[in-house]
């Protein structure tokens, strides 16, 4: 019985490992279909409209569920959305102020966040395995981005907070989101981003209906796959996926636009973006089989 329940955790693991990976692939191909599609339209009519389309598509996945919603339910996605919003808000403004190769690898550090709030919180060192993970993870964002130095500006300062309430979702996801059903948490979480998303949209951008018709399909895809359907994978992933592993194998997320940059996009990799490659992709596999 023991081995049958080991068997069962194992496969449940390696599941949500793979839900989290499909995450980090879905961001990349929606930062892909972004560059090559809809480049033009205002960034926040973007957040808007896809997680106005991620938030149909989940009730429609079962609407009768919006009936099963319970004030505990309230009490912990309102928050969560919250922070999903303001790590995309921090995300997006940054950009204004600086480079999007020092963004990309700033905005990652909540790999090495979470790890160092995990061991605060539960008063112990990280595992050699997580820190080797870790520092091959960074070392290889910072090839893949290319960082060529400049002085820390305002932009970076946004890009590590970004990343700073990102590892505050993640934590809060783990420790709040276990008990909860996952469609009804994922629902109530986007609600509240296409909430926010539309209230700055309507003040600060100036609504305008033309935007979401010029990239109305790619809008979609990324709304029902790169939102919708990702945010669902990791709420339901966390419950069985640590912490420190989902910040890790979230850097797929570099990794495979990368990839897809090159076959899509036709841009040159150099030969460190290949070595920042190689280096993320082993911290995936030691993230998985030494089972951070």
């Known amino acids: 019985m023991t081995d049958i329940n080991s068997n069962e955790l194992e496969l449940k693991r ?18 892909i279909i972004i560059k090559k599609y809809i480049g033009e339209i205002p960034s926040y009519h973007l957040l808007m409209g896809r997680f106005v389309v991620g938030t149909i598509f989940i009730f429609a996945l079962q609407p009768h569920n919006v009936a099963r919603i319970k004030k505990q339910h309230i009490k912990v996605g309102i ?21 999007a190769s020092k963004s990309g690898f700033l905005v990652s550090l909540s790999v090495l966040f979470i790890p160092l709030v995990e061991s605060i919180r539960k008063k112990t060192p990280p595992s050699k395995w997580i ?20 002085k820390f500006n305002f932009g970076d300062m946004l890009a590590i907070a970004s990343s700073v309430v990102y590892t505050l979702y993640i934590l809060a996801l783990d420790k709040y989101g276990k008990d909860m059903e996952d469609t009804l948490l994922t629902l109530i979480q986007l609600a509240v981003v296409a909430v926010c998303c539309i209230f700055i949209v309507v003040f600060f951008e100036g609504f ?32 069985i996926a640590s912490p420190e592993s989902a910040g890790i194998l979230f850097l797929g997320e570099p990794l495979f636009t990368l990839i897809m940059s090159y076959f899509i996009l036709n841009e040159t990799i150099l030969f460190s973006g290949l070595i920042g490659a190689l280096l993320i992709l082993s911290s995936l596999v030691i993230a998985v089989l030494k089972k951070i």
């Open 208 to 239: 305008s209906m033309q935007y979401i018709k010029n990239g109305l399909i790619p809008i979609l895809i990324i709304g029902i796959l790169c939102t919708g359907m990702t945010t669902l994978l990791q709420t339901r992933a966390q419950k």
């Open 14 to 31: 390696f599941r949500a490992y793979a839900e989290l990976l499909f995450a980090s692939f879905s961001w990349a191909l929606a930062t």
């Open 79 to 99: 928050p969560l959305g919250i922070l999903i919003f303001g790590a995309y808000a921090f995300g997006v403004i940054c950009l204004k102020y600086t480079s």
């Open 131 to 150: 820190v080797i993970s870790v520092a091959m993870s960074l070392v290889g964002m910072v090839l893949i981005s290319g960082i060529n130095g400049g």
